[in-house]
């Protein structure tokens, strides 16, 4: 009995101890910190004012250009972004500073955007990143936004779990998103409207989107022919099924509505 009773402890104080092992492994991974996270931060933009500013004057550039007949262009650098985002995260965006969330960046890279911020909540202080790929598709202004890699320093997390919390967000802000979930990892499938009541001129029809070293371009066309001529100029997102959806007010989508696709 002593025997057994020596072995039933020595098997407890083992699985204590790899319980206790795992549990400071996965503490130690959440510290890490992304390299382009790292390199952002410490490359901090000189002057954020003149950052944020440059950002918002290209993009009333943008609207203005769009607001007339034929094609326009624009181009957002990263840094320009950053420090749009140093700048107006405790200004505009003091509910996600109260939640913990803070020093908030973005790395553009050929073909895919990494985005991260720092979060804090009481004895976890961690970065929270994840990797965009945004690519148009075959219907107008239908943009797919496919994320990836979520994780907390180097632990990965189930994107599948925050799909219902940006849905509601993006409602909020009466963006309309549905999802595509054929894949491993989801794809945000992104309206934007082609017409608004504020457009001196539409519909505008966005035709490419590049992600290059270092920033944003994009590109398209306004005007009543544009829409019906519209010819993407950048990657495609191909879809096997779509079914079309009528225009209406923007709202989240439930998981049933989704569509079929394949890359």
Not at 10 to 17: A, P, Q, R, S
Not at 78 to 94: G, S, T, V, Y
Not at 143 to 153: F, N, Q, R, T
Request: hydrophobic share 40%; proline share 5%.
């Amino acid at each position: 009995m002593v025997r057994w009773v020596k072995r039933i402890g020595i098997t407890v104080l083992t699985i204590l101890f790899l319980a206790s092992l795992s549990g400071w492994w996965l503490f130690r991974q959440t510290r890490v910190v992304p390299e382009f996270y790292q390199e952002a931060t410490q490359r901090n933009p000189a002057d954020t004012e003149a950052g944020s500013f440059k950002l918002e004057a290209n993009v009333a550039k943008l609207q203005q250009d769009a607001s007339k007949p034929g094609p326009w262009e624009a181009r957002f650098s990263e840094d320009d972004i950053n420090a749009w985002l140093i700048r107006q995260l405790p200004l505009k965006f003091k509910r996600l500073q109260n939640s913990g969330a803070k020093d908030p960046r973005i790395s553009i890279q050929q073909d895919r955007l990494l985005a991260a911020a720092r979060y804090t909540d009481g004895n976890l202080d961690t970065v929270i990143s994840c990797e965009l790929h945004v690519e148009l598709t075959e219907a107008p202004n239908l943009l797919a936004v496919h994320i990836s890699k979520l994780k907390a320093g180097a632990v990965s997390l189930p994107i599948s779990q925050f799909i219902n919390g940006v849905s509601a967000e993006a409602a909020k802000g009466d963006v309309q998103i549905r999802w595509d979930r054929t894949e491993s990892d989801p794809t945000a499938l992104v309206q934007v409207p082609s017409e608004h009541a504020g457009y001196a001129h539409s519909p505008v029809i966005i035709e490419s989107i590049q992600l290059t070293d270092g920033a944003i371009v994009l590109s398209g066309h306004t005007g009543t022919r544009a829409e019906h001529c519209y010819q993407p100029r950048s990657p495609v997102y191909q879809f096997v099924t779509y079914r079309h959806v009528e225009k209406r007010k923007p709202r989240a989508t439930s998981d049933s509505e989704t569509v079929s696709s394949r890359r």
